[in-house]
């Protein structure tokens, strides 16, 4: 059932791109930046600019998410490598709009466009030992 609600984690790249780093679609890869780091599925595609990286869906990090090789941890969520800027409207109103979610502040969400690096997973470990 789990596989049928969210699908596992990806991250859609263009195709020239993952070639560059020795991709193949589907291999498994790390995200990861300053805020924290990813592991999910590349989508290698045409259809997304060179250069640029799409990730969507903030998925749940403990199903289909093996561990990194930089934190030795579950992979994250995607909102993993984004971080928060709090809107000045959300500031209005003193009423409950300001509660906190992990690496979330706010009730809705605005673009989080950030810099990261992709890298191959070289071995997927599952964390099972």
Do not use: C
């Not at 903030?58 to 809107?87: E, F, L, W, Y």
Request: charged share 20%.
């Amino acid at each position: 059932m789990v596989q049928l609600f969210r699908g596992w984690q990806v991250v859609w790249m263009n195709e020239k791109d993952g070639a560059k780093i020795g991709l193949k679609d589907n291999d498994w890869i790390e995200v990861y930046n300053r805020n924290g780091v990813v592991a999910a599925r590349a989508v290698l595609t045409y259809r997304i600019p060179e250069g640029m990286a799409y990730m969507y869906h903030a998925q749940d990090r403990t199903m289909g998410v093996p561990g990194t090789t930089i934190t030795k941890k579950r992979g994250g969520t995607h909102n993993s490598v984004t971080r928060i800027t709090a809107k000045p409207t959300h500031m209005i109103g003193g009423y409950s709009q300001l509660s906190y979610g992990f690496n979330y502040y706010g009730p809705t969400g605005s673009q989080r466009d950030t810099i990261a690096i992709i890298k191959p997973m070289k071995e997927v470990n599952w964390l099972e030992d």
